[in-house]
């Protein structure tokens, strides 16, 4: 019982709320990932997002708020809003189409230099690592141009939302942002 009232406690006065966007073109597996994240589960057959969707996640005393945008050109313009005053941006593409690199990279690098996104940590994850042909990490980096980001912190992982792969790593890089 007295375990309990104190973890009760400490939620009340540790407790840390993070903003984190969801971002990266359509078909990369946003969606997929929130899923996972929220309820550990993996659904083949998802709808592309219209707008975004929100979904608060607990992790310890950590409620992340995952804000997932889709990534249709139409939404595109409506990024920014959604990136102001978070505590990361997580990038998603899908390595198993690397047809989709160019596109993604000048979106991304696009996003990035809007004036009030400044110096905000970016998490980039190459999802569908679980596919064959799939883009190995140090392809994504130089397809997408990250090594030229010098502005901000910048991490770049592969990950499966099907198998989960590296999800781990990916809620290990948010929580130390959590401060």
Request: charged share 20%.
């Amino acid at each position: 019982m007295f375990t309990a009232f104190f973890n009760w406690l400490r939620s009340l006065f540790w407790s840390t709320t993070m903003d984190v966007a969801l971002i990266g073109l359509q078909n990369a597996g946003k969606t997929s990932l929130v899923n996972v994240l929220a309820k550990g589960e993996f659904t083949k057959e998802m709808i592309p997002t219209v707008g975004f969707n929100l979904r608060k996640v607990q992790k310890g005393n950590v409620t992340l708020k995952l804000w997932d945008i889709g990534g249709q050109p139409r939404f595109r313009s409506m990024w920014e809003r959604y990136c102001l005053g978070v505590s990361s941006i997580i990038w998603v593409v899908d390595s198993a189409d690397p047809s989709t690199f160019p596109i993604a990279s000048n979106e991304l690098f696009s996003l990035l230099d809007k004036p009030g996104l400044k110096g905000i940590p970016l998490l980039v994850l190459a999802n569908k690592s679980d596919l064959e042909d799939h883009a190995s990490i140090n392809e994504v980096i130089k397809a997408l141009g990250l090594q030229e980001i010098v502005n901000r912190e910048v991490s770049c992982y592969a990950v499966s939302a099907k198998n989960q792969r590296n999800l781990d790593i990916t809620l290990s890089w948010l929580m130390k942002r959590s401060k």
